[in-house]
């Protein structure tokens, strides 16, 4: 039947009154007191609940001789429209009303009727019908209490129930059925792999309606994963025990009744089919009409799975390096962490300085800062699958920087990608450069030049920090790491089964008591040599280590090697186990070793095997003997820093090593006689030579012959006190040097020529501080040094100011400080008249000399000027104060001195 077509039935006397304005969406009108409001709200027969209701009328309501077009609804929602016949003593009055619902899912809750406007007065509901959308029958039904009482001005609102399938919502949570550990134990045999609980992203799960038989399957439902502590009473598990769920947010349509789970399907997150379990444990549920109900799946974990095993594998190792006395000293976990096993088996792998793949077996253990102790459990050989094991690093004892070879921010994809550059940025940390006075590193700044030696005025540093002020020495800035003998932890041995680790790539042992490193024992006991995927590796400062570990030689891939800070190994000792390790099977891998602060005297001739060799870190030994690696070994940076080595050979082809791609040279400290005549192979300059505090003599005229020039960006001679001259010789070889460091050596004089090469055009700054030079070469001039950006020539012994630099347009600043004679008296009292004049210049160093009065235009293009202690001067400020006022002029003076005609710059 359509409604359109229906009739509406009144009576005669009642149609006017009951159908004028019989509904009123706009809400009541109290003016009008002969009428009043009802409004129907439709319940779900199985869930009524007769409080609902605020009308005294309205009592609890049973389908009554039902007429039933369907016996019962799936859904409330369903209905669209009612249709109610009212009766008021013989008039019969039928009408229909809309209803409505947030949603469906909200329908299944009550759904309401629009307002029906009617004369006050007593009704009887004689029955009613339901419509869906298309105004179609859908049910019929009769009240048992029939009573409807229309009050004047107010709403009447009356409750019918309907027959309609009880319903209920259930929300799924995934958890962890461990009933099969200890023992026995079971692992998965018929899933394509093991997977964690944690890696669950989805699932599908059949659920069995214990009465009906009826099966209902959900699929593809998101889960959310989360650790929380057990909230269940549970007095197996320990007050603070951590567990873990897979949460599903949505909420799933049941018809009521009991349930267990029949079978679920598990997928990670990106659908791929992980587990299909056809008998889990059964997990009963009932769901109740409009109820929710929160229903458990449980999913079976299995002990003898792989990452379960290295989950007791941790547990084994904390319990026999005393973890229950570890205490965290350290910037990466709060201090005071441990190790915490009071949660699910399956969540141990979360501990601080544990890493795992997303299988859940481990990748990574830094027990540094932890200060463990005890012997190493023969059970870290279940960790198969570790890539990464730090038993303490050389970064334990903090450096003042951040290593990048160890930068947690960086995975290890990356370090391995990465590692030559990685090395590169910590040998440059770990080895500042000898520093440029403050005048030339100013002068490079100012053109936006910067090089390692003055990088440490670029992080802050003043040429007071850097310096000693009487001899010109550098400070030591950032000493190395070299504490001996002081242990971070108490690791005392390594079990051969370390050698089952075959896919780890980094070993790091460091300030450990630890005192051998295994040797292959058998099968399954390896040692050190079964590490076949180890490239990376430290033993550092591990005093009780008495002998060089031989076998890491054994070791077949080693790429890097950090050896250092074991002092102890004596010399002979040391020497014949690098011996052979450069005749082992790393030989063909290694490229970066470091050898730090240990007793080597003499360096195997062999290493000239290791044709891959890179990096080669030797400073602080007692190296006397150095043999030529030959043209195969291409080194690109040398540090023999503090040793005692007169001389750096070459072979019969005056080769000491490939240096096409070198960038670093350094060996300060030591005792080299002679400048290594060992570049002649050069392609491209090398960034850095720094051969100071030698004792490197001037050039004879068969030593300048023979010597077949270098090229270099920075090259530093500092303190070679034997260098009394210029390096002419530079000139003469025909070799090319932007920035040369040459102070505190003793030069009395630059000899003609000098800089009358073929590249000393290419001259930029010129350190030659802390020297005897009282006069320059006319040569010193713009046709000669037309790129020349920043000369000091103070602490030296100039009565005559040389202006043979002013010529250079291009000279940026210029220092003269400090000028002594040979009974260290100030001996420098000229002003240079119509400095003003120079179009480059941008800061002028006189100070610590004896300048008298100033007669001379003082010009703010040049607007930084240090005339600071001389005590004599007479300096007119007019020319500059507004300037200085404003900021944009630097004067360094003192305000003892006679500054006149600025009176705020002695305030």
């Known amino acids: 039947m359509k409604l359109f077509k229906s009739a509406v039935m009144l009576t005669a006397g009642l149609a006017m009154g009951f159908l004028a304005g019989c509904s009123d969406d706009d809400g009541i009108d109290n003016r009008d007191r002969d009428y009043g409001y009802v409004q129907f709200r439709l319940y779900k027969e199985a869930s009524y609940d007769s409080s609902r209701t605020d009308e005294p009328q309205a009592d609890a309501f049973r389908t009554a001789g039902t007429r039933a077009v369907k016996p019962q609804l799936d859904y409330l929602a369903e209905a669209s429209k009612v249709q109610v016949t009212l009766t008021c003593g013989e008039q019969t009055i039928i009408q229909t009303l809309t209803l409505s619902a947030a949603d469906k899912e909200s329908a299944e809750y009550g759904m309401r009727s629009d307002k029906l406007k009617l004369l006050t007065g007593e009704y009887e509901i004689a029955r009613f019908t339901l419509f869906d959308s298309n105004d179609e029958e859908l049910y019929n039904g009769n009240a048992a209490d029939t009573r409807l009482t229309v009050v004047s001005g107010g709403l009447t609102t009356h409750d019918l129930t309907v027959n309609v399938l009880p319903r209920g919502s259930v929300r799924f949570t995934l958890t962890k059925d461990m009933s099969g550990f200890n023992p026995p134990a079971r692992t998965r045999s018929d899933i394509p792999r093991q997977y964690i609980f944690e890696e669950i992203g989805k699932f599908d799960v059949t659920v069995k309606n214990t009465e009906t038989n009826n099966l209902v399957t959900f699929e593809q439902l998101p889960v959310t994963f989360s650790i929380h502590f057990d ?36 997928y990670d997150s990106d659908g791929i089919l992980l587990e299909t379990n056809n008998s889990p444990v059964e997990s009963p549920f009932t769901v109740e009409d409009n109820r929710t109900t929160e229903a458990d799946v449980a999913v079976t974990l299995y002990e003898a799975d792989e990452y379960m095993k290295d989950h007791y594998a941790l547990y084994a190792i904390w319990k026999a390096l005393h973890g229950e006395e570890w205490s965290y000293q350290g910037e990466n976990y709060p201090i005071g962490s441990n190790w915490d096993f009071n949660k699910d088996p399956d969540l141990w792998s979360y501990q601080p300085g544990v890493e795992v793949h997303t299988n859940g077996r481990v990748a990574k253990i830094d027990l540094s800062g932890f200060g463990f102790y005890g012997d190493m459990p023969k059970e870290i050989g279940q960790l198969t699958e570790l890539v990464e094991l730090y038993l303490g690093t050389h970064n334990d004892v903090t450096q003042g920087f951040e290593d990048p070879t160890l930068d947690p921010n960086q995975s290890i994809a990356e370090r391995t990608r990465n590692r030559l550059e990685n090395h590169k940025k910590y040998l440059h940390l770990l080895h500042p450069a000898q520093q440029m006075s403050w005048p030339c590193a100013f002068a490079l700044r100012e053109h936006n030049i910067h090089i390692r030696a003055t990088e440490l005025y670029d992080q802050g540093y003043t040429e007071d920090e850097i310096f000693e002020a009487a001899t010109g020495r550098q400070r030591d800035i950032r000493p190395l790491d070299t504490s001996h003998g002081k242990l971070c932890n108490g690791l005392k041995s390594l079990p051969a089964e370390i050698g089952n680790l075959k896919k780890l790539e980094y070993l790091y042992i460091a300030n450990s008591a630890i005192e051998s490193l295994p040797d292959y024992e058998g099968e399954g006991k390896e040692g050190m040599q079964g590490l076949e995927s180890c490239t990376d590796f430290e033993v550092y400062n591990c005093p009780k280590m008495e002998k060089f570990p031989i076998a890491i030689t054994k070791m077949p891939r080693l790429v890097a090697a950090n050896l250092s800070n074991n002092r102890q190994w004596q010399a002979q000792d040391l020497h014949d186990g690098l011996k052979a390790l450069a005749e082992g099977p790393s030989k063909e891998y290694i490229q970066l070793l470091y050898l730090v602060n240990n007793s080597l ?300 005609n600025c009176d705020a710059m002695l305030e």
């Open 601 to 900: 005297e003499e360096l195997p001739a062999e290493f000239r095997n290791m044709k891959r060799l890179s990096m080669l870190d030797l400073t602080q030994n007692r190296l006397r003997v150095l043999h030529p690696l030959g043209s195969e070994v291409a080194l690109v940076q040398l540090f023999l820093d503090n040793n005692r080595l007169e001389e750096i050979p070459t072979d019969e082809n005056g080769i000491f090593c490939n240096i096409a791609d070198m960038t670093d040279l350094s060996a300060s400290y030591n005792k080299l006689r002679k400048f290594p005549n060992i570049f002649k192979e050069a392609k491209s300059a090398i960034a850095n030579i720094d051969l100071s505090y030698n004792q490197i003599a001037n050039f004879t005229e068969e030593e300048t012959a023979a010597f077949h020039g270098v090229f270099v960006e920075t090259l530093t001679l500092t303190g070679n006190t034997g260098i009394t001259k210029f390096p002419k010789w530079l000139a003469d070889s025909e070799s090319q040097v932007a920035y040369i460091i040459l102070r505190g050596c003793g030069i009395t004089e630059i000899p003609e020529g000098s800089f009358k090469g073929k590249y000393s055009n290419q001259f930029v700054s010129l350190d030659l501080t802390y020297n005897r030079l009282s006069k320059l070469p006319d040569e010193f001039n713009a046709l000669q040094l037309p790129n020349l950006y920043g000369l000091d020539i103070s602490q030296n012994a100039f009565s005559k100011f040389p202006t043979g630099p002013l010529t250079c347009k291009g000279l940026t600043i210029l220092g003269i400080r400090g000028q002594r004679d040979a009974d260290g008296e100030r001996c420098l009292r000229e002003w240079p008249t119509g400095l003003y004049n120079h179009v480059g210049l941008r800061g002028f160093y006189i100070g610590s000399n004896d300048l008298r009065k100033i007669d001379d235009t003082i010009s703010t293009a040049i607007w930084t000027l240090d005339i600071s202690d001389n005590p004599n001067i007479t300096f007119d400020a007019s020319g500059v104060c507004s300037a200085w006022q404003s900021g944009a002029y630097v004067l360094i003076y003192d305000k003892t001195q006679n500054i006149v």
């Open 231 to 266: 909230d269940e009473e549970n007095a197996e598990t320990p007050p603070g025990y951590q567990t873990s769920t897979c949460a599903c947010d949505s909420l799933l349509s049941l018809p009521a009744g009991n349930y267990v789970v029949l079978r679920y399907l598990t």
